[in-house]
């Protein structure tokens, strides 16, 4: 029976599969062929992203394609984060670490304070704008899906604010790490804090470090931006009760839930990698150990393919038309909130190094 259960995930994971090797094979043509570049302007990840939201949404993806495609999604994107932290050199992590800390929560507290003014503005409801703050603050679909039973939202104004999110975070997914590059003259901290803060799904994270590192050469940016978000998901554990308080404050009954069900713990895989490339690195390298070298490289690899695999599946559950049906003011507030970010995280930075470097 299990046998059964795990055979019908294969079909979407192929085809997750095959769209990144279509996207890697696209990213040689227009790279060299077409430009007559060394490298293609256009990465594989976003390749995958696009190629998948144009397959999605003019031809019907078959029903039996669905549930791997959800699995490639939710988990392989998983394991393509938790193997990013094989990269992570001996607490590199804690270099921008103590940076990323205030920077989430200068940004997350900015963007509650505008949307609490925009709430009486636009006349939002109270659980939407609650639902697109703590999506656009701490980590896209995955917040929203948590606070929503807290808050008592119904399934309309979870569908609003997940299309909110998701049009705005593939927006920022695919300008942020061409304009960063401009903006903080190819640093990789800046960049990297900038990309982990401002983009709202860890997947969008992914996908823009996974650019950036693809255009620019920079693995440390991919590094510093993932560990960013995966610092800003822990603040799930803290902006969920206070949403409940917030919302509940007042009425005789409280909603129940647990800290334990919303706590990702792929971090804690991401953080095990790290400790495993700091004892390698101890154990093996002083003596040139080739095939732990080798295992790195191979890890790495696997990172790369199952994020692009990761992209394609969400490229695929993109539906545009759906989209374009939710109306405009909540769309304005994402817009808002995703502006709101994306500056303080640039003011913040600026004074961090105008003060403190």
Not at 155 to 161: G, I, L, P, Q, T
Request: aromatic share 14%; proline share 3%.
């Amino acid at each position: 029976m299990l046998y059964k259960k795990h055979l019908v995930l294969i079909p979407g994971i192929i085809l997750a599969f095959v769209l990144y090797t279509l996207s890697q094979g696209f990213n040689n043509i227009i790279g060299t062929e077409f430009f007559g570049y060394t490298k293609s302007p256009i990465s594989t990840a976003m390749i995958a992203i696009l190629l998948g939201m144009f397959l999605g949404n003019f031809f019907r993806i078959r029903d039996g394609f669905q549930k791997g495609l959800d699995f490639s999604r939710e988990y392989i994107l998983k394991m393509g984060i938790i193997c990013l932290g094989i990269q992570l050199k001996p607490f590199e992590f804690l270099d921008f670490g103590k940076i990323a800390i205030p920077l989430i929560l200068v940004c997350i507290l900015s963007v509650l304070i505008v949307i609490k003014l925009l709430i009486k503005k636009l006349k939002i409801p109270t659980r939407m704008a609650y639902l697109i703050s703590i999506g656009s603050t701490v980590c896209g679909t995955t917040a929203i899906m948590a606070t929503a039973p807290v808050i008592k939202a119904n399934k309309n104004e979870v569908s609003y604010a997940i299309a909110n999110i998701t049009l705005f975070g593939i927006l920022s997914m695919l300008i942020y790490p061409y304009f960063a590059n401009v903006y903080f003259d190819g640093d990789p901290l800046f960049i990297g804090l900038f990309l982990g803060t401002s983009i709202h799904e860890t997947s969008q994270v992914a996908a823009a470090g996974l650019i950036y590192e693809q255009q620019f050469n920079s693995p440390e940016t991919l590094n510093i931006a993932t560990v960013t978000k995966l610092i800003r998901n822990t603040f799930l554990v803290i902006m969920i009760p206070l949403f409940a308080f917030l919302y509940n404050r007042g009425q005789a009954k409280k909603n129940s839930y647990s800290i334990l069900s919303i706590f990702p713990y792929f971090v804690l895989g991401f953080v095990g990698m790290i400790i495993l490339r700091n004892t390698g690195d101890q154990i093996f390298l002083n003596n040139s150990n080739e095939n732990w070298i080798s295992t790195i490289n191979i890890i790495k690899l696997s990172s790369k393919i199952f994020l692009t695999m990761a992209m394609a599946a969400i490229g695929l559950s993109t539906d545009l038309k759906e989209i374009k049906g939710m109306g405009y003011k909540p769309f304005v507030v994402g817009f808002i909130a995703m502006a709101t970010v994306g500056i303080i995280c640039i003011l913040t930075i600026e004074f961090y190094t105008n003060f403190f470097l």
